[in-house]
């Protein structure tokens, strides 16, 4: 027993040396290693963030100007590694050897990952939108919040974020209506009542709202069919997508109120039977 115990305090002893040593000879490495890596990590910080705001300053794309500011941060936090490394005496050439190997393997399986960066790449150089546009791609709509380089968020009225992996964009279909929205509306009058006046009576009242509708272009009435029932007239208007149906409900209570004060009727679906062999009398 006292033999076990005094082989468990040699190792001891022994590993404690070990550690001692080590520290004795690469502790101020160490120190040194972790201010360089401290200090690097803040200054790139600030100058990303100088990069940045010269940028905006330059009226440059909110994206664009926060993709430079990123690779600017991501190149002088690498060469801030490097000096590091290199003051804890680690050589940087196999390193980068081993980086490439792990990085070919890694590559190949988060290949959908990397489909989602080189997609975001291509939408920063080539902006088919920017941060603000109103885009439907892939049966979804909304304004557009951020763009990242692995997934783009849009955002809806009811504030509701949608995350589109960057890849189900590019290549596709994409609808871009700036910050606005198009609404189409239908409304049918009787064939009795002239649709120059239902047509007058609902310019007047979009009018009331020319302050919160898209001016260019302007909003659109006229004669879009001629249906069963009646005449129908068709609306189009754009809307701005923040408040799209809140000014939609608005705008729809204005219409019928317009066409209600003038007096137009608007129909019912209805038909009209004709008995050909009508039944004999009783």
């Known amino acids: 027993m006292e033999e076990q115990v005094t082989q468990e305090l040699a190792q001891f002893q ?12 690469y502790s101020f490495h160490i120190v040194g290693a ?12 600030k100058i990303s963030g100088m990069v940045f705001a010269l940028t905006q300053r330059h009226n440059l794309d909110i994206t664009l100007s926060r993709f430079i500011a990123s690779c600017v941060k991501v190149i002088l936090v690498a060469m801030v590694a ?3 490394l290199g003051k804890l ?28 960066y080189s997609a975001g790449l291509t939408i920063v150089l080539t902006r088919p939108f920017v941060v603000g546009d109103t885009i439907s791609v892939q049966g979804v709509t909304g304004l557009v919040k ?8 849009v955002t809806n009225e009811d504030g509701v974020e949608i995350s ?7 290549g596709e279909i994409i609808q871009n209506s700036h910050q606005h929205m198009l609404a189409e509306l239908s409304i049918d009058i009787a064939y009795s009542a002239k649709p120059e006046r239902a047509i007058a009576a609902l310019n007047r009242a979009l009018a009331e709202y020319s302050e919160e509708l898209c001016q260019d272009p302007t909003p ?9 029932s009646g005449i129908t007239i068709g609306i189009r208007a754009w809307i701005p997508t923040e408040r799209y149906y809140e000014l939609l409900y608005k705008v729809n209570l204005s219409l019928f109120n317009a066409l209600k004060a003038e007096g137009i009727e608007i129909p019912f679906p209805q038909r009209e039977v004709r008995l050909l062999n009508p039944p004999p009398a009783a």
């Open 14 to 25: 022994e590993i404690y040396g070990i550690v001692v040593e080590f520290f004795v000879n």
């Open 34 to 45: 972790i201010l360089i890596m401290l200090v690097g990590l803040w200054v790139a910080g």
């Open 82 to 84: 490097i000096v590091a």
């Open 89 to 116: 005496g680690i050589s940087v050439t196999p390193l980068v050897a081993m980086i490439g190997a792990v990085g070919l393997g890694a590559g190949l399986a988060v290949q959908g990952l990397l489909s989602n």
């Open 146 to 153: 951020e763009v990242h380089l692995s997934h783009t968020m």
């Open 164 to 170: 589109i992996p960057n890849k189900h964009i590019i």
């Open 220 to 228: 659109q009435v006229g004669i879009e069919k001629f249906a069963d």
